[in-house]
């Protein structure tokens, strides 16, 4: 082993120059996460409220934290719902963005060009920009979409959509998904260039039905990129903030449509709670670990060559 | 595969290509086309679909609005610094990883690895009382601080990709013709990173000028409010009076991230994916 990919290695020299290369990305890493990390779980394990907030020191009380979480019904209840929300969110994006990445290479040149372009303009979008056109567009008294439901003869003037909690959701769900397909259908629509038209024309002329051609040759060919972007999906879902936080301030009870990322907003900087909060944000934390370690070990894959 | 699609597939095809963008594109040319109408165009009940008689109005009023021109120069400090300081660091790992064999190397990249898809929720209220301690919450030092970590990770394997990317034959020539390593590196690979180094610094760019997470929490201050901050707070005060207001916000705010989206767009995707399409 002493290749380095794109050229030959330098000699394995013993030299302290490439630790000294790490040194201010490593300080930048331990003061900003490194640090805030331990003093979380220190945190975690204090009962840090209010008054601890104003001085008075936080006594240690082990695990009472989460002692206190797990057996409070409203933490399982948000935990189930981020989780519901996340799966269903990247599902439906895997959905949409390999549907469309598929359909890409039968269109026409110029549809494709716009479909490109168009994917690539939502793509874009910083998020509370994109948040607020949605806001817009499902407003309830002159948002378009209510405008055009009701042009369709159905009952939707003025209706409210952020009022009811899956009403909420499935509002979320819809921007979300138009977020993040972009990424999908692009990666995916890469990846199917590569796949080998011999094995495909092969498969043709030995009879298998278009079908089958894209079940048993296309998708597995290009299985690790489908496997890869589907787990970033349910990463990126199962944080989904900014989007759930501004939807609250816009409508909606924050009760009923808390997710992990803003109940543990609302619990630390909210209220002060800053002990509680540092728990679930360990929880939640050491889900995302462990959820990352598959896309960990297929990044690396690529080291080792 | 550019092999002949039927024609009934090809039809199917391109009328759900159609349906995709008008679905793609509606919501930010609604955007731009809100921005340019005045407000008894906007409480119409019946929708106005293009902007002919539109005006500037609406960009008028947010920048004249202290707050808007605040949060903008907030902004630009946030992102210049967090740019800065992220690509210099981010350069000389780099460097390290990808022109160098040393201990530790791979848990180095490993925790990058890690570090990367740590959510900032995960974080954030230790981060919060940490800046508290250090009395840097409200400032542009405290939030270009986590933003720089935040963003490190990424930077560092997308540049190590591009370091990578330059053959060390050709430091090794100009070692032969008498450069030392470090001129021949600055000599040779250094301009070869250029579009790297671009390409890089648009993503930190990006990442500082949208993020909202951690500016909420770190800047509860009104006068310290980044732009994102500064929109979605307008919205409260003026939703139901003035989208077109709020519109206009939005479209200022997106025009340099698209711009700038746009130019670098194909580089960083095989950043995030690049190990599993090699396989």
């Known amino acids: ?305 | 595969m550019s092999r002949p699609t039927r024609r009934p597939v090809r039809i199917t095809a391109n009328v759900i290509g159609v349906i995709a963008f008008l679905v793609a594109v509606f919501p930010v040319y609604w955007m731009v086309n809100s921005s340019f109408l005045d407000r008894n165009e906007i409480r119409n009940p019946v929708p106005t679909w293009v902007p002919f008689g539109g005006s500037l109005h609406n960009y008028r009023t947010v920048f004249e609005t202290d707050q808007f021109v605040n949060a903008l120069k907030i902004s630009v400090m946030v992102t210049g610094l967090t740019v800065v300081f992220a690509l210099g660091f981010a350069f000389v790992a780099a460097v390290a990883v990808s022109r160098f064999r040393f201990r530790g190397r791979m848990s180095f990249i490993v925790t990058l690895l890690i570090i990367q898809m740590i959510p900032v929720e995960g974080l954030f209220i230790s981060q919060y009382k940490m800046l508290e301690a250090m009395d840097l919450l409200n400032t542009v030092v405290g939030l270009t601080l986590v933003y720089v970590a935040g963003v490190l990770p990424f930077t560092i394997w997308t540049l190590r990709g591009f370091v990578a990317g330059v053959p060390y034959e050709l430091e090794e020539a100009a070692m032969i013709d008498g450069c030392s390593r470090t001129q021949a590196f600055f000599k040779i690979t250094f301009p070869l990173l250029a579009p790297g180094l671009v390409a890089t610094g648009v993503f930190g760019f990006i990442q500082a000028w949208n993020e909202f997470t951690l500016a909420l929490v770190v800047m509860t201050r009104e006068d310290q409010r980044t732009l994102p901050l500064w929109l979605t707070t307008f919205a409260d005060v003026n939703r139901g009076t003035d989208w077109g207001g709020i519109m206009a916000g939005s479209t200022l705010i997106a025009i340099p991230v698209v711009v700038f989206f746009l130019l670098v767009q194909g580089r960083m995707v095989s950043g995030l994916t690049s190990g599993a399409v090699k396989g």
């Not at chain 1, 719902?81 to 895997?94: D, P």
């Not at chain 1, 009952?155 to 990424?183: K, N, R, Y």
């Open chain 1, 1 to 305: 082993m002493t290749t380095v990919e794109g050229g030959k290695a330098p000699r394995a020299r013993r030299t302290p120059l490439p630790y000294a290369l790490l040194v201010p990305a490593t300080i930048a890493l331990v003061v900003a996460l490194g640090y805030p990390l331990v003093r979380q779980v220190v945190l975690s394990f204090q009962d840090f409220g209010l008054a601890q907030q104003f001085g008075r020191p936080p006594a240690w009380i082990g695990l009472q934290n989460y002692r206190d979480l797990l057996t409070d019904p409203y933490l399982w209840t948000v935990t189930l719902r981020t989780l519901l929300f996340c799966l269903v969110n990247a599902a439906a994006t895997m959905l949409v963005g390999v549907g469309l990445a598929l359909l890409m290479q039968h269109m026409s040149k110029p549809i494709r060009i716009l479909v490109q372009s168009g994917l690539l303009l939502a793509w874009a979008m910083p998020v509370v920009a994109a948040m607020t056109v949605w806001e817009w567009l499902f407003d309830t008294q002159y948002g378009v979409i209510n405008y055009l439901l009701t042009e369709i003869g159905l009952d939707f003037e003025g209706h409210s959509w952020l009022l009811q909690p899956l009403s909420f959701f499935f509002v979320a769900t819809v921007i979300v998904v138009w977020m993040s397909v972009p990424f999908v259908a692009f990666t995916v629509y890469a990846a199917l260039t590569q796949v080998s038209e011999d094995m495909v024309e092969a498969a043709e002329i030995d009879g298998a039905s278009g079908w089958q051609r894209l079940r048993h040759i296309v998708l597995p060919s290009i299985r690790p990129v489908l496997l890869v972007v589907a787990l970033l999906q349910v990463i990126w879902d199962l944080r989904v903030f900014t989007q759930i936080y501004i939807l609250q301030k816009a409508g909606g009870s924050t009760h009923d449509t808390n997710l992990l990322g803003t109940y543990i907003y609302r619990l630390g900087i909210g209220s002060g709670k800053f002990g509680m909060a540092a728990a679930v944000a360990m929880f939640m934390l050491v889900l995302t670990v462990v959820l990352t370690a598959p896309y960990v070990r297929a990044m690396l894959k690529q080291e080792e060559n």
